[in-house]
């Protein structure tokens, strides 16, 4: 959590099982767990969890009234800054919510994943990226929360004020909206000819779902200082480092960690930072085998590349945070089926996830576990695809030095 030297702020989660989008109550409390750690990486403390069943959302609402009613009613007997919903609420569902709950702020997934991006932003780059996704997010909101004065037929003072602010609020966030696209362009540019002056040097880049230890492995395998800490989005720049193994240089980059849910607008706005993956020769897929749902991380993680990428790129899966693996052990007499948590590594490394197609190692970035079968296998795919574009080896007498830094 952010140290602010102020006290935490409040908040309740609010998640609903959605039988018309195939979302269980399981699966529901696995997205709410997650929504917990984006709050508590925003700064806040969760304090109550609220959930329903609903086949879907009530359009006014969201949620039901008697659901609504409920939490009204805790919150009247308890200290609470906001209300935080799994799923991204419309401009008409805001507006009535926060119509019944003065005082709290009505924040949803994508609000409060946008404002972690805003914190966590460090370059022009980025800090541009993520306030172009900020006031994408905000313009038909803004258009609903002035909808009230828009429909007033007539009345003293409403008609006229009305209309001119809502047009001039518009008008200020297209106008910075069209600026911001214009300044990421220009940016783009510069990233484009960065990368062509990188030459013929494989790609090689770091891809993963939020918090699986990308920059760890980063800092490990380059042997610098990338910012890495045990939070979602701990970075949202692309580093690139130019390293070498045994003589044979490459470059490595880290990109923005994915999650369920993501919003489109900021996968539109760091389109350039996922080029990264685009340009890529190799992808290194890092996944936390030690949180309960990798499996549906990995899942996640591969349908954005299937989205980004026009074809596969050669893959090596690196099952990442093995020091921290612990499963349950069924006892004999244990008539219950078997679950995940009921699965050693070694039963793991037997199964599906080693049969792939990809090469697959399993390792401790943090305790420098099988760092160095890590090594061999990216040695061998980059040296492949070095022999390739370098047939005399010529590559060899070129200055390439470790640890050069792009970002």
């Not at 910075?176 to 002056?197: M, P």
């Amino acid at each position: 959590m952010y140290s602010t030297g102020k006290e935490a702020e409040k908040a309740i989660l609010v998640g609903v099982a959605l039988q018309s989008k195939g979302v269980g109550y399981d699966r529901m409390s696995e997205y709410l767990e997650e929504l917990s750690f984006l709050a508590e990486t925003a700064g806040a403390q969760t304090v109550r969890i609220f959930t329903q069943n609903l086949d879907k959302p009530v359009h006014a609402t969201f949620i039901g009234k008697g659901k609504l009613e409920e939490i009204k009613a805790y919150t009247q007997d308890n200290e609470v800054d906001m209300l935080i919903f799994d799923d991204e609420l419309s401009p008409t569902q805001l507006r009535n919510i926060e119509a019944m709950f003065p005082g709290i702020k009505i924040l949803d997934r994508t609000n409060l994943i946008l404002d972690i991006f805003a914190s966590r932003a460090r370059t022009a780059h980025a800090k541009t990226q993520v306030e172009l996704a900020q006031y994408q997010y905000l313009l038909p909101r803004l258009a609903g929360m002035w909808t009230h004065l828009e429909r007033q037929k007539g009345g003293i003072g409403l008609r006229g004020p009305g209309e001119t602010e809502i047009e001039t609020d518009r008008r200020i966030i297209r106008d910075k909206i069209t600026r911001l696209k214009e300044e990421l362009s220009k940016i783009d540019k510069q990233k484009v000819i960065q990368r062509k002056n990188r030459g013929k040097l494989v790609r090689v880049a770091l891809v993963g779902y939020t918090n699986v230890g990308k920059s760890t492995l980063m800092n490990l395998l380059s042997k610098s200082d990338v910012f890495a800490e045990n939070k979602l989005f701990a970075t949202l720049d692309t580093t690139v480092r130019k390293i070498a193994i045994r003589n044979v240089p490459f470059l490595l980059a880290d990109t923005v960690g994915f999650i369920r849910k993501l919003p489109h607008h900021l996968i539109e706005s760091f389109k350039s930072t996922l080029d990264e993956v685009r340009e890529a020769d190799v992808i290194l897929h890092v996944i936390d085998i030690s949180h309960p749902q990798f499996e549906d991380q990995m899942k996640v993680v591969n349908e954005t590349l299937s989205e980004l990428l026009k074809e596969p790129k050669p893959t090596i899966l690196v099952f990442n945070k093995i020091d921290a693996f612990q499963y349950i052990k069924k006892e004999d007499d244990d008539l219950t089926p078997v679950k995940r948590e009921n699965y050693s590594l070694e039963d793991l490394k037997q199964m599906w996830m080693s049969k792939q197609g990809n090469e697959t190692v399993y390792i401790s970035a943090a305790e420098k576990k099988n760092i160095e079968e890590l090594k061999e296998k990216l040695y061998n795919l980059v040296k492949e695809i070095h022999s390739a574009r370098f047939p005399y080896n010529d590559f060899l007498y070129q200055d390439y030095g470790e640890n050069e830094t792009e970002e």
